[in-house]
């Protein structure tokens, strides 16, 4: 409004100075040629001071709207930028902590995938005769591969909850990442205990020197069983890249898509069995339904809170 006002002023100072210089040069005239007047009836004096002063109004108003509209504008067009850099910063983090669990998942993977086939050999080569070395695979080296994967697991549910409030429907891959953690720590524990059984084993004697121990031939009842667990382990993490995967092209289409005119395609499996994880809001009901419902997870969650609420009921 100050504004408005200062700039009415500076506009309407010189233009009443040119007016009243005007009347006065009119009144002069007059008097001199008072003689001469004719009958012509002449309009209102303050006619001409009336449209001048209207035409600094509206020309005044006009400037002062374009200002507050490009104002406004540059004000929309820095949020909008701001957003767009805060977009980009998000997407970076979650590329870091993605690319990490998706390096570590895929260690402690390939890890029990390579473990069936090396035993295999090592156990066909022994029967053969042939002089072969104790298998260099250990049980704790897969125990550490695989406490390390669920770990950057761990950081990335954290880093999704962390953004809820920017994206909401990211809660589908905490969902589905829960899940799948899930199913492969149950399917850890009694591949890591045959380990144990199956691996040599290294340890230090009295006198501080490392000794191999436990070198035995797997049997062929042994392998058919590894293969089981392995096989049990791998389906987790079977998953667990796919919905990994899901969650790349997610975060590219909520953060990048901005920024890029490029489309990404979400992936289809062959299976109609296996789950894509999405953010399409009719997908998220059908998925919900499903983590909750029928996986080992959902039904383990629902029993522990069923528990808990009868707790609570029943003191």
Not at 26 to 47: D, F, G, K, L, Y
Not at 148 to 177: D, G, Q, W
Not at 218 to 236: C, S
């Amino acid at each position: 409004m100050k504004t408005f006002i200062l700039l009415f002023l500076l506009l309407l100072t010189p233009a009443l100075s040119a007016t009243h210089k005007n009347v006065d040069d009119n009144a002069q005239s007059s008097s001199t040629n008072e003689t001469s007047i004719t009958t012509v009836e002449s309009r209102p004096w303050w006619v001409g001071d009336l449209l001048t002063v209207i035409s600094i109004f509206v020309g005044a108003a006009l400037i002062i709207f374009q200002l507050n509209r490009q104002h406004k504008n540059d004000i929309e067009t820095q949020k909008e930028n701001n957003r767009d850099q805060l977009r980009l910063e998000i997407y970076q983090e979650f590329s870091e902590c993605l690319d990490n669990a998706n390096n570590k998942t895929s260690d402690a993977g390939m890890f029990a995938f390579l473990l069936t086939s090396n035993i295999y050999n090592y156990a066909h080569q022994i029967n053969l005769g042939i002089n072969t070395p104790p298998l260099k695979y250990r049980a704790n080296e897969f125990s550490d591969l695989h406490y390390s994967s669920n770990t950057s697991i761990l950081r990335l549910i954290k880093l999704i909850e962390k953004y809820e409030i920017v994206s909401p429907e990211l809660e589908i891959f905490k969902i589905a990442l829960n899940v799948a953690s899930h199913d492969i720590t149950e399917a850890f524990m009694p591949l890591f205990q045959f380990l144990l059984r199956i691996l040599p084993m290294n340890i230090t004697d009295a006198h501080g020197n490392n000794q191999i121990t436990n070198v035995i031939t797997p049997t062929q009842d042994q392998m058919d069983e590894l293969q089981r667990l392995v096989n049990n382990y791998k389906d987790g993490h079977d998953d667990l890249g796919g919905y990994l995967y899901d969650l790349n092209l997610e975060l590219q289409i909520l953060f990048l898509s901005r920024l890029f005119e490029n489309k990404v395609k979400i992936r289809e499996p062959i299976d109609p069995n296996i789950k894509v994880v999405s953010t399409d809001p009719v997908e998220i009901v059908k998925l919900k339904r499903y983590f909750e419902e029928e996986t080992p997870w959902g039904i383990n969650k629902n029993e522990v809170e069923e528990q808990v609420r009868n707790e609570f009921e029943n003191p």
